[in-house]
């Protein structure tokens, strides 16, 4: 890795050919589809020499594993933008929310929730980016926080502070707004 960052090119099709038969047999038992193993193949390494050219590999770490890591994330992402998953969208006529509903709630309390629902969209339209997206991740997506750190590009940590902060944010938008966000 030192070799190729110092302008070693060889180096680096030394480390290809190492690893390219565990790095594809890996794709391939996931994927079950040559052209697409192929696809995130050839993703993976440009990833790969796209962190190395910006520093992002560390030496403390094991290099394969390193590229492995890479090749899952590239699949999951693969997976959540292209795989054609049924997806419950707000419309109209139906909202997530009335999926919750116990059916036990009288009309006056069902009209409270849907205000609720309706302002809580309002102020997760209000944080900053970043809170935002790890909110609707976690809550809207169902994602683990692994998930969520391993999509961004950041650590668990990082993760879990901007839900934190997102929380946080919410409550103060809620009082400032001064709208109250619990059902009676």
Do not use: C
């Not at 054609?84 to 997530?96: G, N, Q, W």
């Not at 929310?97 to 009209?111: I, P, R, S």
């Not at 339209?125 to 991740?137: A, C, R």
């Not at 926080?145 to 938008?173: H, P, V």
Request: proline share 2%.
């Amino acid at each position: 890795v030192k070799n190729y960052l110092n302008g070693d090119n060889i180096s680096f099709e030394i480390l290809l050919t190492r690893h390219k038969s565990r790095i594809f047999a890996f794709i391939m038992s996931k994927i079950k589809n040559r052209d697409l193993s192929e696809d995130i193949f050839q993703d993976t390494f440009i990833k790969v020499i796209n962190s190395l050219q910006k520093g992002k590999y560390n030496e403390e770490g094991k290099f394969l594993p390193w590229m492995m890591r890479i090749a899952h994330n590239l699949m999951i992402d693969h997976f959540r933008k292209d795989v054609k998953m049924r997806k419950v969208r707000p419309t109209a006529e139906f909202d997530i929310f009335d999926v919750l509903d116990d059916g036990n709630k009288n009309q006056e309390e069902v009209m409270m929730q849907t205000q609720v629902h309706a302002d809580l969209k309002v102020l997760i339209e209000q944080l900053p980016k970043d809170q935002k997206e790890v909110l609707k991740m976690r809550y809207f997506e169902n994602l683990s926080f692994k998930q969520i750190s391993d999509s961004t590009e950041t650590s668990i940590n990082t993760a879990l502070g901007r839900m934190r902060y997102a929380l946080i944010n919410l409550r103060k938008l809620a009082e400032k707004q001064h709208i109250d966000l619990q059902v009676k």
